[in-house]
């Protein structure tokens, strides 16, 4: 469970369907409004404000009690919106594009990653300087749907997937450390990956296209005929989100603090949980706009040619059909002294566990 007003469901929770949410509660604080979420990973430090937003008190200030769902689900997230399981969930940009091609009332109202999760690594010391140098190498993959990743990547300096050999090798450090000093030159994973082999001291270079790097990660999505009735909610949730969000550029330590508090075991293998952090909050969870969540509407409309190219949706699809920016200026609507404050009191109750 993390903590009192955020809760976990277990995965038979929401794998049983349309059963309601309330049969799996762990108790509910009075006067708190639930609101359930499904981010991009529940058990990683990686989308931090889920810990933060919760450890410093923003969601409670917001009147609100989240319950985050398993995201290991092999149930397509748009799913547990259309079925009122989940008042919002993350997207990431092919299953934003993939909804809206089938028409599936769905309204991207925040970047919560301005930066894409996914990329291509090599060893430091490879002779390798871009991907215009992967042809004829061979590639491993995290798994199959960095295939994608790899191809748009490849795209972006007139290769295609063809033009390289691709292996699964998964995403175990120790498989993929041996792989990289062996047969396999590049490697396309998550960040959290790159965070698992460098914490074991693996030196990596990044050789991803800003193309690719450059494209939002994950985004919070909603229902859209739910907005009317929920902006309120989905305000408040996005308020506290960024607030906890603005905390990792504030106070870093702080944030590895809260994320070794609720997820120790990200932080049993030294140097993991720091690196994970770290990418979060530098990397990924940067803001890339004036605003925490802008949406970037050009790169909405950039993104989806090697979409099409790849068969993942049949043709352009018209941004206004799933962008909603009504909800940026309510989520940025906070100071960065509010932050502070809540920051400095977390930390003079929680003085034994602090990093330093």
């Known amino acids: 469970m993390i903590g009192k007003r955020l809760h976990r469901l277990p995965l038979m929770a929401v794998v049983g369907s349309l059963v309601a949410l309330g049969t799996y509660g762990t108790g509910h604080a009075q ?26 008190g923003f969601f409670e200030e917001e009147g609100l009690e989240v319950t985050i769902l398993p995201s290991n689900t092999k ?21 934003v594009l993939q909804a809206a091609a089938a028409e599936q009332p769905i309204a991207v109202i925040y970047e919560a990653y301005q930066g894409a999760s ?42 295609a997937l063809s033009d390289v050999n691709t292996a699964v090798i998964g995403d175990s450090g120790p498989t993929v450390t041996l792989s990289l000093r062996g047969d396999v030159d590049a490697y396309a994973a998550a960040n959290s990956e790159f965070a698992t082999l460098t914490a074991t001291g693996f030196q990596l270079r990044n050789i991803t296209p800003v193309e690719v790097s450059g494209s939002p990660g994950n985004s919070w999505t909603v229902w859209a ?6 902006r309120d909610l989905f305000e408040r949730f996005l308020r506290a989100w960024a607030k906890g969000q603005h905390a990792g550029v504030m106070d870093t330590k702080a944030v590895m603090s809260a994320c070794k508090k609720r997820i120790p075991e990200q932080w049993e293998e030294p140097g993991r949980g720091e690196s994970v ?8 969870q940067i803001r890339r706009t004036v605003k925490y969540g802008e949406l970037q509407r050009d790169v909405w409309e950039n993104i989806q040619k090697p979409y099409i190219e790849f068969g993942e949706i049949q043709a352009p699809i018209e941004i206004d059909v799933f962008l909603d920016d009504s909800f940026t200026d309510a989520a940025n609507d906070f100071t960065t002294d509010e932050v502070k404050e809540a920051v400095k009191a977390w930390k003079a109750e929680n003085k034994d566990i602090l990093i330093n």
């Open 31 to 56: 006067g708190l409004q639930k609101v359930t979420v499904l981010t991009s990973n529940d058990t990683s430090c990686g989308p931090y404000p889920q810990i933060t937003s919760d450890e410093f």
């Open 75 to 95: 149930l397509p997230f748009v799913a547990f919106l259309q079925n009122g399981q989940a008042d919002l969930a993350m997207f990431d940009p092919g299953q």
């Open 118 to 159: 996914d990329g291509i690594v090599v060893p430091a010391d490879s002779d390798i300087k871009s991907v215009a140098d992967l042809k004829g190498k061979t590639v491993g993959l995290a798994s199959d749907r960095d295939r994608l990743t790899a191809a748009v990547a490849l795209s972006t300096v007139g290769l």
């Open 225 to 230: 005929p739910n907005i009317a009735e929920k």
């Open 277 to 284: 952090v770290n990418n979060s909050v530098y990397n990924t």
